[in-house]
C-alpha cells in the first residue's frame, strides 16, 4: 500500500474521531435534552439516551483506532503478526457491542411505545448492518489467518 495512501486515510480517521469527539459531548447531550422538553412525558429517557448514543460513538471511535494501528502496521510489514489479531478482535467486539446498543435501544423504544415507524426501520437496518459488518469482520479474520498461514509456509520454503 502506498504511504500516500495511509497518511490520507490517517488524516480522515483523525477528523473522524475529533467529529465524533464533538458529537459525543456537545450534539447528543444537546438533542436528548432537546427530545426530553419536547416531549415531558419520556423525560426519563434522557440520560440511558445519552449513555447509549455516547457509548455507541466510543465503539466507532474504537474500531477508527484499531483500524489506525493496522494500517501502521501494514505500512511497516508486519501485519501477519499475532499482534494484528488482537486489533481485529477489538473491531469485532466493538462491532457486536454496537449492534447490541442498537438493538437494545429498539427494544426500549418499542416497549415505550414511543417510536416512529421509520425510527423503528432505522433501528432494525442498524441491527442487520452491524451484525452484517461483524460477520463481515469475522471472516476477514480468517483471511487474515490464512495469509499469516501462507506466509509462514513461504518462509519455511525459503
Given amino acids: 500500500m502506498h504511504k500516500a495512501t495511509i497518511v490520507s486515510l490517517k488524516a480522515l480517521i483523525v477528523a473522524m474521531i475529533v467529529l465524533l469527539l464533538a458529537c459525543q459531548l456537545f450534539m447528543v447531550p444537546g438533542v436528548a435534552r432537546q427530545s426530553a422538553e419536547t416531549y415531558a412525558d419520556l423525560g426519563y429517557l434522557q440520560t440511558p ?3 447509549v448514543a455516547v457509548l455507541f460513538l466510543l465503539c466507532v471511535q474504537v474500531v477508527l483506532v484499531c483500524v489506525w494501528r493496522l494500517l501502521s502496521m501494514v505500512r511497516t510489514s508486519v501485519i501477519f503478526s499475532d499482534n494484528a489479531f488482537l486489533w481485529v478482535d477489538v473491531i469485532l467486539c466493538a ?3 454496537a449492534t447490541l446498543l442498537i438493538g437494545v435501544s429498539m427494544a426500549t423504544l418499542a416497549s415505550a411505545n414511543v417510536a416512529s415507524p421509520s425510527v423503528m426501520l432505522l433501528c432494525a437496518l442498524g441491527v442487520v448492518v452491524g451484525a452484517g459488518l461483524a460477520l ?15 506466509q509462514q509456509d513461504l518462509s519455511e520454503v525459503v
Wanted: glycine share 10%; proline share 0%; net charge positive.
Fill in 49 to 51: 439516551g445519552i449513555i
Fill in 95 to 97: 462491532m457486536v457491542l
Fill in 136 to 150: 463481515l469482520i469475522l471472516v476477514l479474520r480468517g483471511l487474515l489467518r490464512n495469509a499469516r498461514q501462507l
